[in-house]
């Protein structure tokens, strides 16, 4: 494996433990979450660098099948 594409993968995985602590904080209570911009705020740059990630790793390697990637990489825009 390309060493630039599991550094990606990595920060994707890092990332998604970063939302998952995030949702444990909250104690997966959207209320709890909703009322904290902070933490919003937080999940919302999360997002942004695994689409980041995602077009990177196409970029690489456009053979490689991510499931609704286009989606994903969408969430940097919003």
Do not use: H
């Amino acid at each position: 494996m390309q060493p630039k594409l599991l550094k990606y993968i990595l920060d994707i995985e890092s990332v998604i433990e970063e939302i998952e602590s995030i949702k444990q904080k909250t104690q997966n209570d959207f209320n709890n979450f909703s009322n904290d911009i902070i933490l919003q705020r937080a999940i919302e740059r999360d997002l942004e660098i695994i689409g980041e990630a995602i077009r990177k790793i196409i970029d690489i390697n456009p053979d490689v099948q991510i499931t609704a990637s286009k989606n994903i990489i969408g969430l940097r825009n919003i």
